[in-house]
């Protein structure tokens, strides 16, 4: 009669042969050796480790007796040299003695299992003992035991694993291979009968399953064709505005490239940017950035001919392909229409939005003979339309790659120069109108670049920003300037307050408070001795953000001047609401005076305005005598230019405070 394995599944077949041959008796094994070897092993560990304790208290005896310390300390020192004590403290009875202490690690002096005794000599106490011991001491036997017990077990499982081998080849490795056959049929397709399983197990059941699934798979292939279309169409264009994307594009110029290469035809390639569509995120949500952008693919699309191709390439950046790129005239024509589409004002969510682009434009052949440099030079155009100042377009010139080389190579000086310190400050004067008296000065930042000398920030600054090293750069000034007023001030030096310029990007970082805070933590430097000084287009930009940060600052008790006053969109509503402590006229408002009519008039309101306000005025750029005594005369307060003196390193502004302390007349004459 045929013998049969009862119905239980694979997983519970497995388990209980696992747990039969394997487990129960390893573990009953090892759990019997340990507890045994534990039972045997501890009270011989105690016993040890009072007589370590008692050998060592005796030791102890005569050296305590006769105060000989030298012998102590060696009494104490081979004590914890054994190998079961991790710390020892001896404490004596005599008056005025510090306990001896010895431990094997520092961190953890009196860790482990403690035991004391008293020292005694003839009835008499001398001291105390103590020792601790290491807890561990019976588990390192334990490990040394463990070898055996592993050899042991190492047997039980090459056994084990004899009667497993039948086991899983009968119930799991057999019933596996008829599933692979029967797999390999239906991937392939084949027209065969479905595979018959009379087995009621886990793998038979499977096999049932298969059978079901082979039916499926010819209407599944029929789907799936059916979805390949649709997905080759969403992988090629974009999900938002539908436009083709760059794997699209990139097929539709090389095949175009190819036909004009082939017929001596000219195509043009248009590199779109959104300019500052970034503060559209950031002040309306990225919502209202992704309907903008679908609004302005839309208008794109419409405003070229059918045959040329608009591609959304990433972000905010899109790409025009024209198919004729001759004549001249006409691709700039076309450039200028589709400046003047995205520049038309739209609603989104009851806001008007008016952006502006840059347009880098690229000619094949001319500027290049494959896609992908015809896309990098439309691509740099379109920089060199930003640099420019924005909202236009920019043809491309081999001259640009030039300029682009040189704009990385100066980045690339930036960063090794913030890490070899390279940077200096020079300190501008700022004085009393009427006195002559030193009021303060302003921070100016200068690269002492070592092959060009002395670099002015003019040359530098648009650099720094564009890589994102500005606000590095800033932290760099705010740090250093508070640094010399701790210097100044332990020297005693009348310095007065020292202003340091803050770009627009490095005010709208949420760390330059952090860093304020902490660099007038570090030097001790007061809310009085510091201003920050901000061009008044920072202040009119994203006045939220502004107020918030401006809010901040007056928190930390700086005050605030608002530098190059008059040349930016001037608003009195801003200086009611931020309030700030100063306002520098702007230097092209001194240079013709006291000669040009209208620059005395704008002069003239801007003190009175800023007298009547309670807000202190700085006159940049005073050079003769003659703008000195018209702006003292109308009441401005301040003076800051060559005729006082020029930016200085910090021991030139040193000497000129030191003049200026002991000069017996003043610097200006009596009007």
Not at 81 to 102: G, I, K, M, W
Not at 223 to 243: N, S
Request: with cysteine.
């Amino acid at each position: 009669m045929r013998l049969r394995w009862p119905m239980l599944s694979i997983r519970s077949t497995v388990l209980i042969a696992i747990a039969t041959a394997v487990l129960a008796p390893t573990l009953i094994l090892w759990h019997l050796e340990q507890r045994l070897t534990r039972e045997a092993q501890q009270p011989l560990i105690e016993q040890n480790r009072k007589a370590v304790l008692l050998m060592t208290a005796s030791e102890l005896v005569g050296p305590m007796w006769s105060l000989d310390e030298d012998q102590m300390r060696r009494v104490a020192q081979r004590a914890l040299d054994q190998p079961s004590v991790l710390s020892l403290r001896l404490t004596e009875q005599r008056p005025l003695t510090q306990p001896t202490v010895l431990t094997r690690d520092a961190q953890l002096p009196f860790s482990g299992v403690p035991l004391k005794t008293p020292i005694l000599h003839e009835g008499e106490t001398l001291g105390e003992l103590e020792l601790w011991f290491d807890p561990d001491q019976i588990d390192r036997l334990l490990a040394e035991r463990r070898q055996a017990t592993i050899t042991l077990a190492a047997l039980q499982v090459m056994l084990s694993v004899l009667v497993l081998l039948g086991v899983l080849y009968r119930r799991l490795l057999a019933p596996i291979g008829r599933l692979k056959r029967q797999a390999s049929e239906i991937a392939s397709r084949a027209d065969v009968e479905p595979v018959r399983w009379d087995r009621r197990d886990e793998l038979g059941q499977l096999g049932e399953h298969l059978n079901e699934v082979h039916e499926q798979i010819d209407t599944l292939f029929a789907q799936l064709e059916a979805q390949k279309a649709e997905l080759e169409k969403i992988a090629l264009h974009d999900g938002l505005t539908g436009l083709p994307n760059r794997a699209l594009f990139r097929e539709l110029t090389q095949a175009a490239v190819a036909s004009a290469a082939r017929d001596g035809n000219r195509l043009a390639l248009l590199f779109i940017d959104v300019d500052r569509f970034k503060s559209v995120n950031d002040t309306l949500g990225h919502a209202a950035g992704d309907r903008l952008l679908m609004t302005l693919a839309t208008r794109l699309r419409a405003a070229v001919r059918a045959s040329d191709v608009v591609c959304r390439h990433s972000g905010d950046e899109f790409l025009v392909l024209l198919h004729d790129g001759s004549p001249w005239d006409e691709v700039a024509a076309t450039a200028d229409r589709l400046l003047k589409e995205m520049e038309r004002p739209l609603q989104v969510d009851h806001h008007e939005i008016a952006v502006s682009a840059s347009i880098g434009v690229a000619i094949y052949p001319d500027d290049a003979a494959d896609p992908e440099t015809l896309v990098r030079h439309a691509d740099t155009a379109m920089y060199a339309a930003k640099h420019l100042g924005r909202a236009r377009v920019s043809f491309y010139r081999a001259e640009f790659n030039a300029q682009l080389q040189a704009t990385l190579q100066l980045e690339r000086e930036l960063r090794h120069a913030l890490a070899q310190d390279e940077f200096v400050l020079h300190y501008q004067p700022q004085v009393d109108a009427g006195s002559g008296e030193l009021l303060g000065c302003e921070a100016l930042i200068r690269w002492q670049h070592p092959q060009q000398g002395l670099v002015p920030p003019l040359q530098f600054i648009g650099a720094a920003e564009h890589c994102g090293l500005i606000s590095e750069l800033g932290a760099w000034t705010i740090r250093s300037a508070c640094a010399q007023i701790a210097r100044w001030k332990a020297a005693g030096l009348a310095f007065g307050c020292v202003a340091v310029n803050v770009s627009a990007l490095e005010f709208r970082n949420h760390r330059l408070i952090d860093t304020l805070t902490r660099a007038m933590a570090d030097f001790g430097v007061q809310p009085h001795e510091l201003e920050i000084e901000l061009t008044e287009s920072v202040l009119m930009t994203d006045t939220q953000t502004t107020q918030r940060i401006v809010e901040r600052l007056h928190g930390l008790g700086l005050p605030l001047a608002v530098d190059d006053f008059g040349t930016g969109y001037s608003s009195l509503a801003y200086l009611k609401h931020l309030r700030p402590s100063k306002i520098k006229i702007d230097r092209s408002f001194i240079a013709d005076l006291p000669g040009d009519e209208d620059d005395r008039v704008l002069v003239q309101a801007i003190v009175q305005l800023a007298r009547a306000l309670g807000i202190r005025v700085v006159a940049e750029g005073v050079e003769t005598a003659a703008q000195r005594d018209f702006l003292h005369r109308i009441g401005c307060g301040t003076l800051q230019g060559y005729l006082i003196s020029r930016p200085q390193p910090a021991a030139g502004f040193e000497a000129f405070a030191h003049r200026q302390a002991g000069a017996e007349a003043p610097l200006l004459t009596t009007i």
